[in-house]
């Protein structure tokens, strides 16, 4: 019995920082030649684009902001399949 309460502690308990607006307020938007500055959508942990509507994940308090580069690579598979 006596044992139970540490056993039960969740595993992801773990908080990462919530991002420093000062430090959000320097993000840029790297897929805008523009380069907006992002905000922060605190509800869904990302920042968001309020150019090209594009999100960027927050992973661990960090921001990813390399997120396009994943849809670039998807967009130049799919462009080679459809020249196929
Ligand atoms: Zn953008």
């Known amino acids: ?5 540490e056993k039960k502690r969740p595993m992801n308990e773990t908080v990462f920082p919530a991002l420093d607006p000062a430090f959000v307020a320097l993000l840029c938007c790297p897929n ?37 580069d994943n849809e670039q690579v998807a967009a130049a598979a799919a462009d080679s399949e459809m020249k196929f």
Do not use: K, Q, V
Not at 42 to 54: G, I, Q, V
């Open 1 to 5: 019995m006596w044992g139970d309460d």
């Open 32 to 68: 805008c030649p523009e380069r907006p500055r992002l905000t922060l959508d605190e509800t869904t942990n990302t920042l968001a684009c309020p150019c090209c509507e594009r999100r960027y994940p927050i992973i661990e308090g960090l921001p990813d902001l390399r997120a396009d």
